[in-house]
DNA sequence: CGCATAGTTCGTTCCTCATCGAAGCATCCT
DNA sequence: AGGATGCTTCGATGAGGAACGAACTATGCG
């Protein structure tokens, strides 16, 4: 019996798959909520409160309390830097590329993430504001452009910068290796394209799934 | 829910008190086989190749079959480094230093590592042992010098220099930051401690304690 | 003050997985 | 051949821990 560090203790708070979800989303550097990283887990959120405690006590978490938020982190680098030597891990030996199968498909096209659109779709829609410079793409940073209220307004979507979440946010989107938008204007739009029935979820997965007309719709709307 | 590489299945496998000490055990670079790996985890022989079989089809050993022994090793230098990672923030969040018991201190003088000495006497052993040549030290790899033969005749001990297994082997200690004995004279020499009573091992504990008496003859009989 | 939102704690259920004994292969030694 | 050693497989047992609903606390908003 080996003795020294508690390896075991360590690894086996990576090695829950909640908790291994949250750590790779906390991965992108920004702080997120306990309701946040729930939704990210796929986990309710008493769990996701119990997770966050158990790697809090860890040590492998830093909290920063903001009013009735509290904004989770990694703890610092060298914890980032272990879950990046067991992602290369993952990924050298884990070349068990399933076929991918048609939901996986869709899934690349268009899925949700947390409460905005991800996938080919999300990811043209970003680069296509950029591009009318209705949005403004500063390094990692997205900002409003000038125009970019009345050009939302005229959608039918009002820009609330009040919040104390951010209006835009970069995600990076593990299908294309490209960003796509978040934040409250990510998550308005998502709430959008499904009060207008462009598009619906698919039950029990992330897909989200557009009719023809609905493609159409968003198409003549966010791509043009 | 995150996709890309599996690494909450990869974390888990490290994760498991039993794997997690295999895994450090290898970590000397040297392949090890499943019984060696058994005492070092703790575990009965089935645990063990349960374990090594996860750890197989987790891609984290490569296999080496000679004969009747299956040498286990690590897959390579990126498991290494996520091992070492892994250990780098056990260390650095865990300085729970617990305050050292009684039996600590014992296993700090002189403990069981798998079949040879480890601890404070070993490495004063093994130092001495080099001193005065009768084995050479080469960088990590530790070879008879020419009057080792006769020098452990002359104890009561024979070297069998025909068996596959190395007679000499550096292994490092945890307590103490040097190298300890390994190997079948390593093997043997822990043997004659036994032999001779001037020790008895600690039931349900590696911790080997010394009678006043057996301490001398111990230390005339090898850190003369 | 009352309502809504964000989180945690508690208690229960359930399932995975680590563990070992016994038995079965495989290889080496004489 | 026959025995010994090294290791794996099988089957049964048991404990840890992940999950969620319900209830509770804390903060913000009007």
Chains 1, 2 share one sequence.
């Not at 029990?204 to 791509?223: C, Y």
């Amino acid at each position: 019996m080996r003795e020294g560090p508690d390896i075991a203790r360590i690894a086996s708070l990576v090695g829950d798959p909640a908790r291994a979800n949250m750590l790779s989303a906390l991965m992108g550097g920004t702080a997120l909520t306990a309701s946040e990283l729930a939704l990210e887990a796929g986990v309710s959120l008493p769990t996701a409160s119990s997770h966050l405690s158990k790697l809090m006590e860890g040590g492998l978490l830093t909290l920063a309390s903001q009013g009735r938020h509290r904004y989770y982190g990694l703890a610092g680098p060298q914890v980032a830097g272990m879950i990046e030597a067991i992602t290369g891990v993952a990924a050298a030996v884990g070349p068990q590329r399933v076929r991918p199968g048609p939901r996986d498909a869709a899934m690349r096209v268009a899925r949700v993430c947390y409460d905005h659109l991800a996938g080919e779709q999300a990811v043209a829609m970003l680069e296509r504001l950029v591009a009318r410079q209705v949005l403004l793409r500063d390094d990692k940073e997205i900002q409003l452009g000038p125009s970019a209220a009345s050009h939302f307004a005229a959608i039918g979507i009002d820009i609330h910068t009040k919040a104390r979440r951010p209006v835009c946010r970069a995600c990076l989107d593990w299908s294309v290796r490209r960003s796509h938008l978040a934040g409250t204007l990510g998550a308005a739009i998502l709430d959008k394209i499904l009060a207008e029935k462009w598009a619906r979820r698919e039950k029990d997965s992330r897909a989200v799934i557009f009719s023809p007309a609905g493609k159409q719709a968003f198409e003549n709307t966010f791509l043009a």
